[in-house]
């Protein structure tokens, strides 16, 4: 690799003269080589693990629920239409018609968020902060997969303006940078992050229509079968499980069925809620590919198992009590959800997601080994509160984050506070 080490320092552009371009090449001279040296000064822990590696590490725990969520992103499209109603059916049409549906907010994504931090770490003079690689990938993994990019630009820059930059960037803010772009657009624009219609898209986008034009080149005209007239199956809802579960409990969910052919389909079997062939953000879908990535963070030490378990925790302990109320008061209470049985509320909506990916992030969570357990174990509580008892919100996890967010640094303080106390008293 010492032809890239000469290509990057022949290109090196005078910090003086040009910040902003200097800034760039810095980022990507980091990207490729570890630097050097190790944190210098009244530091505790120098490792060579450095933040960007750290970073990667997060991106790559990623992939699992990432490649299987963009390809259902193909597939809720085509089961709408009554195509191809089979997982594996239509594989590259569906895989296809995922990637063109999904890159284009990735890439307006990465655009607006590394455009202001690279231009701020110029202003600043200092190197590229590289915690925009993880909230880059994250703020994708939470959207609706029609999201119009203009909002996604939108929420991407809010969030990384006023939830890092204003802080004092990276390593200083007390929100999670992904989930505040996903609280502006839930509440700027609740239209297209809210309902039935916004987790399945029936349309197909310029890119689809360009690919389709190319494949025609080779005979395949109707890749996308763009002219076929495909029309919404007959009793196709887009209501995603929790939606169901809202309104009629655990057995409205499973009752839930489409007719396809003569066929007939339950969409929302467990087996299909544990491996992503549901309606939903494109990281929140497969339970199996984010308890990999789970793992994948415990035993490389980037994510907290502490926060991890004590957030399941405090989800079994709440949603158990709900059903006890329920079971107790079953003729006077009317909440369906109350109803839905503890342990299935890890196959719907984004609960795994927001403990292995949004509650574990290091800047926002609490950072003593006890504060971990409360603040994990509170955010199970409150997210299944919300979640069930709301009836405008039937998901919990973006609030009750971003609320346990503003309580860690005091969840800290007073465990320390009590273990001098404890200290002080066997002195």
């Known amino acids: 690799m010492k032809f890239i080490r000469n290509f990057m320092d022949k290109i090196e552009p005078d910090k003086a003269k040009s910040p902003f371009l200097h800034t760039l090449w810095d980022g990507m001279d980091t990207f490729f080589y570890v630097p050097n040296h190790v944190t210098k000064g009244r530091t505790h822990i120098k490792d060579g693990m450095d933040l960007k590696r750290t970073m990667i590490h997060v991106v790559l725990a990623m992939q699992f629920a990432f490649l299987i969520g963009m390809y259902n992103i193909g597939h809720q499209h085509y089961f709408s239409l009554g195509m191809y109603p089979g997982f594996f059916s239509g594989f590259f049409q569906k895989l296809i018609f995922g990637v063109l549906q999904y890159l284009p907010t990735i890439i307006v994504v990465h655009i607006v968020g590394l455009g202001i931090e690279f231009l701020f770490a110029a202003k600043k003079g200092h190197g590229i902060e590289e915690g925009f690689l993880v909230s880059g990938f994250l703020i994708p993994l939470i959207m609706p997969p029609a999201t119009p990019l203009w909002i996604v630009a939108l929420a991407t820059a809010f969030a990384v303006v006023i939830a890092k930059e204003a802080f004092g960037g990276t390593g200083m803010n007390v929100f999670n940078v992904a989930l505040v772009a996903r609280v502006f657009v839930f509440f700027a624009f609740p239209s297209e992050i809210s309902g039935d219609e916004v987790w399945v898209t029936q349309d197909y986008t310029w890119l689809h229509k360009g690919f389709n034009a190319f494949a025609s080149l080779f005979g395949a005209s109707d890749f996308f079968s763009i002219h076929n007239g495909a029309t919404l199956v007959d009793g196709w809802s887009g209501a995603t499980p929790l939606s169901l579960a809202a309104k009629g409990g655990w057995e409205s969910v499973q009752a839930y069925a489409v007719t396809i052919g003569g066929k007939v ?41 502490r926060i991890m378990l004590s957030l399941v925790l405090g989800a079994v302990f709440m949603s158990a009590l709900l059903n006890i109320v329920n079971s107790m008061y079953a003729n006077e209470l009317t909440n369906a959800f109350l109803s839905v049985p503890w342990y299935y509320q890890f196959t719907m909506g984004g609960l795994l997601f927001a403990m292995a990916f949004m509650a574990t992030d290091p800047v926002t969570a609490a950072g003593t080994s006890t504060g971990k357990w409360i603040y994990g174990f509170l955010i199970g509580v409150v997210g299944i509160i919300i979640r069930v008892l709301n009836p405008a919100y039937p998901e919990g996890w973006m609030l009750a984050i971003l609320l346990l967010n503003v309580f860690a640094p005091l969840i800290d303080y007073m465990v320390l506070q009590n273990n001098i106390k404890r200290r002080l008293q066997r002195a």
């Open 265 to 305: 389909y339950h969409p929302y079997s467990t087996s299909n809620l544990l491996w992503g062939n549901v309606p939903g953000s494109v990281g929140e879908v497969s339970k199996i590919g984010i308890i990999l990535g789970a793992i994948f963070l415990i035993f490389s030490k980037i994510g907290s198992w």
